[in-house]
């Protein structure tokens, strides 16, 4: 029996070429769409939908329509759901991070565990560091679920996600420093949340924002 898989993607980011090419080379039917040129209109037949590292919100119509799974992969691990997974696990300092395969539903970052990748990590780790760290994996478990796939084995680890999907708010709130903040608290959230091109941590004085800036 051929597989029909879409493949919805972010092609800007670190493995996702490598990820291309792996459905390509395992499923006779793969179509492949970049995450900004996805809409909700798309006529669906697919026996599985793949999101991965995509901002797009697919929505219940469209995921209707999908004959057996809408599989997403979130780059972060059940702890840590939504936006912001690797600021929040800095910020708390873990000592273990982590990647999911995840069915999708109407709620964000919710549906049945599929599989969990982890990987240790320390207070040397930065946005950039553990970014980078997770695409491996993220690559790493993408073939894990290939293999899954094409077995019909494809099964549920049983984990549960910990909290809600933390949102653009909360990742705002955890941005701002306050001007009673220690050196020791303002040095952990610049650590925590600075990357180049990425929203930054900022203070306002008298309603002007101030955002920091590495040079």
């Known amino acids: 029996m051929k597989i029909k898989i879409l493949l919805i993607i ?99 970052d919710s549906g049945k565990i599929i599989k969990e990748r982890n990987f240790k990590i320390n207070d040397k780790y930065d946005v950039l560091k553990i970014s980078k760290k997770s695409y491996k994996q993220m690559f790493l478990l993408a073939k894990d679920i290939v293999k899954m796939i094409k077995n019909k084995d494809l099964s549920f680890s049983g984990q549960k996600w910990q909290r809600k999907a933390y949102t653009r708010n ?26 180049p091109n990425k929203p930054k941590p900022f203070i306002k004085l008298n309603g002007i924002k101030f955002e920091y800036i590495n040079e």
């Open 10 to 108: 972010n092609k800007d980011k670190d493995y996702s070429k490598q990820v291309i090419d792996l459905f390509k080379n395992n499923f006779n039917k793969v179509k492949i769409i970049d995450h900004n040129n996805f809409n909700n209109n798309l006529k669906n037949d697919y026996d599985y939908v793949i999101s991965y590292l995509s901002k797009k919100i697919l929505n219940k119509k469209f995921l209707n329509k999908t004959k057996i799974f809408n599989i997403n992969f979130h780059p972060g691990p059940p702890k840590y759901p939504g936006i912001g997974c690797f600021n929040f696990a800095l910020y708390s300092n873990e000592k273990s991070y982590g990647v999911t395969a995840h069915i999708i539903n109407e709620t964000i």
């Open 170 to 195: 909360d990742l705002n709130k955890l941005s701002e420093i306050k001007t009673y903040f220690s050196k020791k608290q303002i040095l952990r959230i610049v650590r925590c949340l600075y990357m």
